[in-house]
């Protein structure tokens, strides 16, 4: 339940709130950092559009990668819990928290619409610009910590996860997700102008396994719909699994962090 405590060197205002950011922010892969500004009137209108964009997204796009991290944080999350969501995004995942606990989160880039968003549905946010090969906070902070589809757009991978692993404390959980670039749906379409990293199910169990992350579970989902390109460029998934590999986009994963033995380079 606690609030990390972000090491920062200066803040940025948005909607009269300090909002901490990291003293070394370097730019991320095909990616801003910072914050992200919106005129009054791309507000507004964002203000407006946000309800069917994101009901669209939370029923045909990616929302069902929201609902298995939300059911995962419910069934992880205990009385003790420290969460902290790694590469937040909307910072949608800050409902699956009661109130009474911290939502901690950090990102490279921030959209001042969503902070806004953030600030004014719950108390308890505290929100960081950073990157995840330099988080800024102590060793050892959180128990909970969640990652959805932010491995695979990370250079410096290793860095990341060896981050994730120094902010966790002992037997601490660790729920990701990352995309199957080797589905069906980048066959047809093409690769992802924005994912460098690519595993298999079994690599990436195995990658964070010598880096020290116990594999818990671990499942396979995302029934993409091949819509014709000229149709639409956004990707229409449900969430369904597949025995194929290649079937499933997306795939999902709940280890326990080892504080012991050596990392296997």
């Given at each position: ?5 972000w090491?920062n060197?200066?803040?940025?205002t ?22 992200s ?44 819990s ?9 910072m949608?995942?800050?409902?699956y ?27 308890r ?10 988080i ?25 996860v ?15 997700s ?25 690599e990436f ?17 995302g ?17 369904l ?8 986009t ?9 504080k ?6």
């Amino acid at each position: 339940m606690d609030k990390i405590e972000w090491k920062n060197s200066s803040y940025e205002t948005v909607g009269g709130e300090l909002i901490p950011q990291a003293q070394t922010l370097g730019a991320g892969y095909n990616q801003e950092s910072g914050i992200s500004r919106n005129s009054p009137m791309k507000l507004l209108l964002k203000r407006l559009l946000w309800p069917l964009v994101n009901l669209r997204n939370y029923l045909v796009i990616d929302g069902f990668i929201q609902r298995e991290a939300g059911r995962l944080i419910t069934g992880y999350l205990t009385a003790g819990s420290v969460f902290l969501e790694i590469g937040c995004g909307d910072m949608s995942l800050r409902k699956y928290l009661p109130e009474n606990f911290w939502y901690n989160a950090l990102d490279l880039n921030l959209s001042d619409f969503h902070i806004l968003r953030a600030l004014g549905s719950r108390e308890r946010t505290n929100i960081v610009v950073a990157s995840a090969t330099e988080i800024p906070a102590s060793s050892n902070v959180a128990s909970l910590l969640v990652s959805t589809e932010t491995f695979e757009h990370i250079p410096d991978i290793d860095r990341a996860v060896d981050e994730i692993h120094r902010v966790a404390k002992p037997g601490a959980v660790l729920i990701c997700s990352i995309p199957n670039n080797y589905c069906r749906k980048y066959e047809v379409k093409g690769p992802h102008p924005g994912h460098i990293q690519a595993w298999s199910y079994d690599e990436f169990k195995a990658y964070m396994e010598k880096r020290n992350f116990e594999f818990i579970e671990g499942f396979m989902k995302g029934k993409w719909l091949p819509f014709p390109l000229w149709l639409t460029k956004s990707s229409y998934q449900l969430p369904l699994s597949s025995v194929s590999e290649k079937d499933n986009t997306n795939f999902f994963y709940v280890f326990r962090v080892r504080k012991t033995g050596t990392i296997d380079r």
